[in-house]
């Protein structure tokens, strides 16, 4: 067999590693005839980011292996019922990113926000003037709004699927045997004007899930847990893109320090207190006082995205 030709020196710049050139080296391994292009973009930018990182940052090995084993960590905390990587994508901000590159709209459009982990599929259908709230808990709420198109026009029909944590700050599935099934949960459709009308509980700000390495690393980094006082709403209507948001509670001390920047100006809702003995009697409620809040939602034509829901 003939040998080998020699490598050239140019060739050999990509051949070795070295700390100038390793980004490089290592991309050059991939074999483009071969690989999938998508896979072969991503994983070229993350190794190109991953070095630039590691070159900034000049870890110890064991500053090294820490993030390995947070990492590990990290891994061994999920369950079917906890995902702590995207509890870790959430709290570093990404989740929030990938959602907004992937739900831009045009000014006026309802904004999307996180889905949070907490979502159930098939919550129960409720009618117009429900509540929500099983276990009477809180201080009563009514949600009320339209749902439109861009041109106001309304979506009769619309599907709101709305939840929220009950008064001590928990979801019905964080508290099994402690909740009715689908406490402050529930699927209203908006009426033939567009509008739709809920009662609920006043939302209470609540940690996200703290004892693991998540929880650990928000500590060390002097960063809160506290997600600001939300409730969900997920909207859906044929011919529309969906929505995944949220209403904000205006007075919630958490709103700039949301754990996983989930606060946009646009969702921080109107919500008053109002003390009507007539009005709260004619809703159900106990006491003559009651909170309110209006909260339109702007829904653009389809473009054939499907809302992006998991369950961990
Ligand atoms: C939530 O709003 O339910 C949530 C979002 C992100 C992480 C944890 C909880
Ligand atoms: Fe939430």
Redesign the pocket.
């Given at each position: 067999m003939p040998n080998p030709e020699p490598a050239s020196a140019d060739t050999d710049d990509i051949a070795y590693f070295s700390e100038e050139n390793s980004a490089e080296v290592v991309n050059a391994r991939i074999d483009h005839a071969k690989a999938n292009p998508r896979i072969a973009e991503v994983v070229e930018a993350m190794t190109r980011h991953l070095h630039a990182f590691v070159k900034e940052v000049e870890p110890t090995h064991e500053e090294w292996l820490a993030g390995i084993e947070f990492l590990t960590r990290t891994g061994h905390m999920c369950t079917q019922w906890r995902q702590e990587f995207?509890?870790l994508s959430?709290?570093l901000g990404v989740?929030m990113l990938v959602d907004a590159i992937n739900s831009r709209r045009p000014s006026g459009a309802t904004e999307n926000t996180?889905?949070?982990?907490?979502?159930v599929m098939n919550p129960p259908n409720r009618k117009n003037g429900d509540t929500i709230c099983l276990d009477g808990k809180g201080e009563p709420l009514v949600v009320r709004g339209r749902v439109t198109d861009t041109a106001g026009k309304p979506i009769p029909g619309a599907r709101l699927d709305v939840w929220q944590?009950n008064d001590d700050g928990f979801?019905d599935v964080q508290q099994k045997d402690v909740q009715p099934d689908m406490n402050m949960r529930g699927v209203f459709a908006a009426d033939r004007d567009g509008a739709y009308w809920f009662r609920s509980a006043l939302p209470r700000y609540?940690p996200?899930?703290g004892d693991g390495p998540v929880g650990e690393l928000l500590n060390a980094l002097g960063r809160g847990i506290n997600?600001a006082a939300?409730i969900?709403v997920i909207l859906t209507a044929e011919g529309y893109d969906p929505v995944i948001t949220?209403i904000f509670e205006p007075h919630c001390q958490y709103l700039r320090q949301d754990?996983?920047f989930?606060v946009k100006k646009s969702l921080i809702g109107d919500f008053r207190k109002t003390s009507d003995a007539a009005e709260a009697k004619k809703l159900g409620f106990d006491g003559p006082e009651f909170w309110e809040v209006e909260q339109d939602f702007v829904l653009t034509p389809a473009t054939g995205r499907k809302a992006f829901i998991h369950q961990v």
């Open positions: 995207i509890l959430d709290v989740s996180i889905l949070g982990p907490f979502y944590t979801y609540y996200i899930p997600r939300h969900h949220h754990a996983v989930g």
